[in-house]
């Protein structure tokens, strides 16, 4: 399973890119807003900069809703730097520029998918990536899991190329049950992944051995 850091911000980007185990990077505008950057040139600079410090692919999201203006944005995104993926929202031009892009080649990372139908349309557009949103399903009181093991066997299924990218990762909880379901990659925030790190008995049985070696060694 792929790992990404789903932040727009560059020193838990270089964290995560530290630990040696990252594969990628999601940002949508509201990240983005969160870290101040504003206008255009300045964010097509920070995906410059985030492409820079991972090694994996870096979704960038169009802000465009119809399909002339995606291909614009898209191609501009594009030719950034060749670790961009084209983030595109689940609505009816989105798919028609994820036809598109795919066609031309290019990645491209289907956003805001909430259902199996949503998913479907995604991968028959020939998608790289499609992202259920995990977190804002269980928000609601739905079962947010449940898409991304429902969307593992519909595409296991029919053999789509489509990789399930589950987003919207709230806990450490949420990426071990992704895993257990069989996504191809989950996107979380730094918290939830270093949260894999930890357990008591790790912490308890690391100090007993360090006591017990400094009982012998001095
Ligand atoms: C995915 O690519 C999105 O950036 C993200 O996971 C949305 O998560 P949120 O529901 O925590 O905003």
Do not use: W
């Not at 838990?12 to 940002?27: H, N, P, R, S, W």
């Not at 995906?47 to 692919?57: A, L, N, Q, R, S």
């Not at 961009?84 to 994820?98: L, V």
């Amino acid at each position: 399973m792929k790992f990404f850091i789903d932040t727009a911000n560059l020193e838990q980007i270089k964290e995560a890119q530290d630990l040696g185990i990252l594969d990628g990077v999601t940002t949508n505008p509201s990240l983005m807003a969160k870290e101040g950057i504003k206008g255009d040139e300045n964010i097509k600079n920070h995906y410059k900069t985030i492409c820079e410090i991972v090694e994996g692919d870096v979704s960038a999201e169009v802000i465009s809703t119809d399909f002339k203006g995606m291909i614009k944005e898209g191609e501009i995104l594009a030719a950034l730097h060749p670790q961009i993926t084209i983030k595109i929202p689940m609505i009816k031009d989105g798919i028609k520029a994820i036809k598109y892009f795919s066609e031309k080649g290019f990645n491209t990372n289907c956003t805001l998918v909430f259902s199996i139908g949503q998913a479907l349309l995604a991968a028959k557009a020939g998608a790289t990536y499609v992202s259920p949103f995990i977190g804002r399903l269980d928000d609601i009181s739905a079962n947010g899991v449940e898409l991304v093991r429902q969307i593992v066997d519909m595409y296991n299924y029919y053999g789509y190329g489509t990789q399930v990218l589950a987003a919207s990762i709230r806990h450490t909880q949420h990426i071990i049950q992704c895993a257990e379901v069989g996504a191809d990659v989950i996107t979380a925030p730094l918290s939830a992944i270093v949260g894999l790190l930890k357990h008591p008995l790790t912490d308890s049985g690391l100090k007993t051995f360090l006591a017990d070696y400094k009982k012998l060694n001095g």
